[in-house]
């Protein structure tokens, strides 16, 4: 089949490369040196480190324009707080507190003896003191305030008071009504009446003044060394500056798991470069490869904090990542170079090595840096920076990938080329001499390579994915086996999608050994049956007094509290007591100036609801009302209350209503995750094929490039949500970088499907996962390792990665090496069948008769075996000296000798040859080999040696088909040849040169297959010449004793 090609752009990038590898083989130490130099001047960037560190939770984690942070500021703006009436829900911010939760695995916490441990413990709090600025501040001078006495914590005093019937979830005290829900947890209750009871729960509010932020710490050193020594089994504690702290302390954990993760990307890169060949081992290169990704991310993390972009939590993530892709980029390098002949100069083979290696690492970096700058359009602060480091990073990953590694990599080349030992770096021979010990053998020589292609010899893996793995896959029953496997993953990832959890967990914030954890842990345990006192805020001018408008908005804030998560009786409006109030005064409310008459003495005598109504020159401009949630237990029912609710107050016909709460402002990430991820995912896609078809010279594989996107992305989505990962703003961003990796397995794969010269789908396959299937299995190993020690982290965000990062992998090398072959095979549109052009020639070759261990001269020039190394043998003259020019140009055989490719068309040059095959006096083995030699390059690099079990015909077939001609060879019904004749087996070593006579024409002669042989040679096809024609003697081939060339 012949496919489409759009090689209009890569094929100059690729001619530039070329250049640009020639230009580092002529002067590698200069592009060595100036990369260490670059990072080490950008390195200097780190020491900023501490200074531009960012972890601020709602900053980084919350999307930038977050709905909730509009409302939060009008409610800041209305509803100002007033600090001699502290009201913890009418908070507009969390605030400065502190918070402790007592529990019991099993009993009644509301027993005497517990709570004596209790109020010792309460009173401990009470008591701390901290210096600031030579002044001691304690509690009462910073608490928040009620009436000018600190905020209490009604439970201890109900208790202390031997109140019997403790009421639940309120509980009047001295003519008002004590909301406990939110204080005593692990309630067992009957009939309103708590029966029992396991957790308390003690709030410390504090204000806004200096020495809070002092005080908070000291709460949490005292509250870390308090021993429990009575019943209480769990005192956990926690902040409003907890979540900051943990992720600040834990933003550089990532440090110590690197320098593994580095040690470990080394082992695996000598390990998978190491060769027995004392010359051709490459562990230095291997080495420099994984210091290039290194100094990578020194480069550009210190380039980035020059330019003070904020450092977060995320962003140390981002080495483990660019060491899986500077090593995956150094094994295609790696790969290219050992392709190269080693003969050639350093400059010839750094110039072919760039010119493949440096546009196949173009794609990949340009498709990978997209998938991160998309994310820069990203709704959280965090994943911007994530990704303006991670791309920066694989920017000078890439440079230094072509420059640093690939200097280096031509001053191997010069070592090898000299061969010197990889360590002592002396001079070795290519052979062992006679009589030298084995221990001589293994450390004293090197220097081997492929004596038919001229290459480094390969490793026994890629031979093991065209001999067995290649065929294996191709066979019918494992290509159904493949597509039930595939349907099956489908599934699983269809099914995983459709249950993925959304949002991330304040808990996961935190490192697992983190007192912050056992907080949440108690939290959701104990006291989940109550969520948010959330409030409802109309924002605009409202006729409270209209009877009939009043109807509209009491019916508004009914369809709130009718929601399946709202307790009605525990709302809280200031109307409905207005209303109550005005009831018991006999005073009409419909009447405007009553209204607003009488408000006034009703908030004297209710101050708490002098914060909800917010009054200018006699009107209320805004006003506030509360609604109590129930059975919060999980993100789920979160993002269902958060939904609901706001979605009820927009549908309010009555004025404009918003919801608000402090919470709401993290889970505002719940209305812009998943359309986020489509839109980065989508727009992403489209980039990574329009980037494909334009460097990649094959539409077909740029359709194989779209489809694995879209398979990878399903099963990654599906099966991090069945492994427990959450889709938030971590995972989000890994899912966009999932698709560049994508493209990188998938890219490989597919083009050389459509490259290879094979005739069928299954021979074309086979041809793509030997070149290319050592290289993908060495990449996604390589990246699984950079990321494999963050398995092991105390830290949620950094499993995180690691699982979705090896996800990625796993199904990115299932889909290059499993199911795009399959599909390939399955899909594609190559046959067998395919009409060929024919291009005629002889059935049958003429062979010359040669005596066992003699070689074939012609005019006293020898070739013999030990002349020939893959290319036009050399001449030996065995008399006179003469130039080889002056040997007889009409002579076939010194024709085919001088025949080579060079720039006509593969199918120019095997017609030439097929020409002159029948009139050469030579063996079929010799003229295969002179075949072979007068291929260019890079073709004859690709064909293997002459196969003496191949005949001549299938073996300029095979280069046909590699070279992706639809010609093929064919048999002529009638072939003029010139008369061959055959000499008779002599003993001399050399005669008198003869004569020549005049040569005939072709068209004087005709051979057909069908007659009898010409001479007594059984060995030799029958031949006939034409009774009418005169057989001139040929010219005859003279017999040495020297050892024959070709057998």
Request: glycine share 6%; aromatic share 12%.
């Amino acid at each position: 089949m012949a496919y489409c090609r759009t090689d209009c752009i890569e094929k100059p990038i690729s001619k530039v490369f070329e250049k640009l590898g020639h230009l580092v083989g002529s002067h590698p130490v200069w592009f060595f040196v100036t990369p260490l130099i670059v990072s080490a001047a950008l390195g200097g960037g780190l020491l900023f480190l501490k200074d531009y560190e960012d972890n601020d939770v709602e900053n980084q984690f919350t999307p930038i324009n977050g709905p909730s942070k509009q409302a939060r500021h009008f409610v800041k703006e209305t509803f100002p707080n007033n600090d001699s009436l502290f009201s913890s829900q009418r908070l507009y911010a969390e605030g400065n507190y502190a918070v402790i939760i007592y529990s019991i695995v099993e009993g009644n916490i509301l027993t005497d003896e517990l709570f004596k441990e209790i109020s010792d413990l309460d009173r401990v709090v009470l008591n701390l003191t901290v210096k600031v600025n030579e002044t001691q501040i304690s509690f009462k001078d910073i608490c928040a305030r009620v009436n000018g006495s600190c905020v209490s914590n009604p439970i201890l005093d109900i208790v202390e008071s031997k109140c019997v019937n403790l009421s639940f979830p309120t509980h009047t005290r001295e003519g008002k009504d004590v909301f406990l829900g939110s204080t005593v947890g692990g309630v067992e209750e009957r009939a309103g009446v708590i029966q029992k009871a396991r957790a308390i729960r003690l709030f410390y509010f504090l204000q806004d003044k200096p020495g809070a932020s002092q005080w908070l710490q000291q709460f949490q050193h005292v509250l870390s060394k308090e021993t429990l020594s009575g019943g209480l089994k769990q005192v956990s504690r926690f902040t409003s500056r907890s979540r900051q702290e943990e992720i600040e302390k834990h933003t550089t954990d990532g440090i110590p798991l690197f320098s593994i993760t580095y040690s470990l990307a080394i082992s695996f890169s000598v390990l998978s470069c190491m060769r027995l060949d004392n010359v051709r081992n490459k562990f230095w290169v291997s080495c420099i490869g994984v210091l290039s990704a290194g100094l990578a991310v020194v480069s550009s993390f210190g380039l980035m904090l020059y330019f003070k972009v904020p450092f977060v939590i995320t962003v140390a993530n981002s080495p483990f990542l660019i060491l899986g892709i500077g090593v995956d980029d150094m094994f295609i390098m790696l790969s290219n170079w050992q392709q190269t002949k080693v003969k050639d100069p350093v400059e010839k083979r750094m110039a072919e090595t760039f010119k493949e290696a440096a546009m196949s690492i173009t794609i990949t970096t340009l498709t990978d840096v997209l998938g991160f700058y998309i994310g820069l359009m990203s709704e959280f602060r965090s994943v911007q920076s994530f990704c303006l480091y991670t791309s920066t990073s694989i920017l000078f990953c890439y440079i230094y990938n072509i420059l640093f590694f690939g200097g280096f990599l031509a001053l191997n080349g010069r070592r090898e080329q000299s061969n010197r030992h990889w360590l002592t770096l002396c001079k070795l021979p290519t052979q062992s001499p006679k009589g030298k010990s084995l221990a001589y053998r293994l450390c004293c020589v090197g220097g081997d390579y492929d004596q038919e292609t001229g290459a480094e010899k390969q490793q026994p893996i890629t031979h093991f994915f065209k001999s067995y793995y290649g065929p294996f896959i191709t066979k019918p029953w494992i290509k159904v086996c493949v597509m039930f496997l595939y349907a099956g993953y489908l599934a699983g990832g269809i099914y995983g999608c459709l249950h993925l959890q959304q949002g991330i967990n304040m808990r996961d914030l935190a490192a697992d050994d983190s007192y912050v954890v056992n907080y949440y842990d108690d939290e959701s345990k104990f006291f989940s049956r109550y969520g948010p006192n959330v409030m409802v805020v109309v924002t605009e001018e409202f006729p409270y007094w209209n009877k009939s408008s009043r109807s509209v908005l009491n019916h508004c804030m009914g369809k709130l509290h009718n929601l399946r998560f709202v307790n009605q009786t525990l709302s809280v409006s200031w109307l409905d007591i207005y209303l109550q109030y005005a009831e018991s005064k006999n005073l009409s409310l419909d009447n405007e100036n009553v209204f607003m008459g009488n408000l006034s003495s009703f908030l004297m005598l209710n101050p708490e609801f002098m914060l909800d109504v917010n009054v200018v020159e006699g009107k209320i401009n805004a006003s506030r009302f509360f609604v109590q949630t129930l059975d919060i237990s999980n993100a789920s029912m979160e993002i269902t209350m958060f939904h609901e609710l706001r979605d009820t107050a927009q549908n309010c016909s009555a004025t404009k209503l918003l919801v608000f709460h402090p919470l709401f402002i993290y889970l505002d990430q719940y209305s812009v995750i998943v359309s986020s991820t489509v839109q980065n995912v989508g727009f992403t896609t489209a980039v990574m094929l329009v980037v494909s078809l334009l460097l990649i010279p094959s539409p077909l594989c740029s359709l194989w490039v779209t489809f694995s996107i879209g398979s990878v992305i399903t099963g990654v989505t599906g099966f991090m949500a069945l492994w427990g990962v959450s889709l938030d703003s971590i995972s989000m961003i890994i899912l966009v970088v999932c698709i560049g990796f994508t493209v990188d397995f998938s890219a490989h794969i597919s083009y050389a499907f459509v490259a290879s010269k094979k005739s069928t789908a299954n021979e074309k396959v086979i041809d793509a996962l030997f070149s290319l299937g050592y290289p993908v299995l060495q990449g996604a190993a390589s990246t699984i390792i950079g990321v494999l020690v963050l398995a092991a982290s105390k830290n949620h965000i950094f499993r995180v990665f690691f699982k979705i990062m090896f996800l990625v992998m796993l199904f990115g090398l299932a889909h290059s090496i499993i199911f795009i072959p399959v599909f390939l095979t399955l899909l594609s549109c190559s046959s067998t069948n395919t009409k060929k052009k024919t291009m005629i020639v002889p059935e049958v070759i003429p062979k010359v008769i040669m005596l066992e261990n003699k070689s074939m001269a012609y005019d006293n020039y020898a070739f013999t075996k030990d002349n020939f190394h893959g290319s036009a043998p050399a001449l030996q003259k065995n008399s006179p000296q003469r130039d080889p020019a002056a040997m007889p140009s009409w002579n076939p055989d010194v024709q085919i000798l001088r025949l080579h490719q060079e720039n006509r068309s593969i199918e120019e040059y095997v017609a030439e040859f097929m020409r002159l095959a029948p009139l050469a006096q030579m063996s079929t083995q010799c003229l295969k080999i002179f075949f072979h030699g007068g291929l260019s390059d890079p073709l004859r690099s690709q064909m293997p040696g002459p196969d003496p079990s191949v005949t001549l015909i299938q073996y300029v077939e095979w280069a046909l088909s590699m070279s992706g001609s639809s010609s093929a060879v064919g048999l002529a019904e009638e072939v003029r040849v010139l008369h061959v004749g055959y000499i008779q087996p002599v003993l001399l070593t050399c005669s008198a040169k003869p004569t020549p006579r005049e040569v005939p024409t072709e068209s004087a002669l005709h051979v057909s297959p069908a007659e009898p042989a010409l001479h007594d040679s059984p060995a030799e096809p029958a031949l006939h010449v034409n009774p009418a024609e005169t057989a001139l003697d040929g010219p005859e081939l003279y017999v040495s004793l020297d050892e024959p060339f070709c057998g």
